[in-house]
């Protein structure tokens, strides 16, 4: 499934794009397509460091432990969900 996307360049930004095409050998496609992608994934990897894992943000939410056992889990879910709703809502997540 492709899309196409119109692109409007400064003469700057023109130019090192065609440079980059003259000297891979590869089309315009496939320089931004490559370099879309490698902007994504540099942003993902910072976000990655700084962002707590599901772990660590269910070690905080303190969910009170829920009787009876066989229903822990589901309960333990809508407890998690609402938690998470409330921090999101408030900005602190």
């Known amino acids: 499934m492709s ?5 409007r360049l400064d003469s ?16 315009r496609s ?9 902007r994504w994934h540099s942003a ?3 976000t990655e460091e700084t962002r707590p894992t599901a772990w660590e943000v269910y070690r905080t939410l ?3 432990k829920v009787r009876p056992y066989r ?15 409330a921090k999101q809502r408030d900005g602190t997540l």
Not at 71 to 85: F, G, I, M, N, P
């Open 62 to 64: 303190k969910i009170p």
């Open 30 to 38: 496939e320089v931004i397509r490559d370099a879309l992608r490698a």
């Open 71 to 85: 229903d822990t889990a589901r309960q333990v879910s809508k407890l998690l969900k609402e938690k998470l709703v």
């Open 3 to 7: 899309e196409t996307v119109t692109l």
């Open 12 to 27: 700057e930004t023109a130019r090192i794009l065609n440079d980059l095409v003259r000297r891979e050998k590869r089309t």
């Open 44 to 46: 993902y990897e910072e």
